[in-house]
């Protein structure tokens, strides 16, 4: 298992430019969600998803969209970048289950906007 | 509304040494899970515990133990006899949800610099 991928590592992007960052799980999750963490500061979350079709906003949701079409697949969509969206950007799933489990986090991207 | 503080930024302490980082949580609900994250240089979130708000056991694997008070809504971690591969980002991380589906609220983490 790869567990939970995340594609690019690492993304500079200009001012009003648009981009989408991948997040792929291979666990059969139907649980995803996405984090942002800022320097020197914990992960906030910025939208989850509780299964294929189904997404919703977290704590921090302005200038971001999701979409789930698949179960494995749980992309992050940038519109017009701003210097505010410089962050490192987390991508997690968990399982579901009778009971709690960790969330298993990817790698992270980490995005300048300039 | 919930909330985690972990008040120490950053901790520096020579290798051997005991380090405990503290975390203190604001919840309203009766249930709710406890989590501790390791953020190595990396960059990765690696698990450590998960623990729930009805098993008030201290827990020790290897080197760490943790510390979970009701009293005083404290899950505090503690490494023993500390190494410089500790050196990492701890984050303490709370959700009310009891399900497998959660909304963690992350402290902002303490940065553990051990020395050697």
Redesign the interface.
Known sequence: NAGVTQTPKFRILKIGQSMTLQCTQDMNH??M?WYRQDP??????IY?S?GAGITDK?EVPNGYNVSRSTTEDFPLRLELAAPSQTS?Y?CAS????????????G??T?LTVT | AQK?TQAQ?EISVVEKEDVTLDCVYETRDTTY?L?W?KQPPS???V?LI?R?SFDEQNEISGRYSWNFQKSTSSFNFTITASQVVDSAVY?C?L?E????????V????TRLLVSP
Do not use: D, H, I
Not at chain 1, 40 to 45: D, Q, R, Y
């Open positions: 139907n649980y969600y020197g500061m914990g992960l906030k979350l989850y509780v977290g490192v987390f968990s399982p579901v289950a009778p009971r709690v489990y960790e969330q298993y986090f790698p992270g980490r | 985690v930024t899970y989590f994250y960059g990765e979130l698990f998960r729930n984050f991380a959700s949800s009891n399900t497998g589906f959660q909304k963690l992350f402290g902002t983490g």
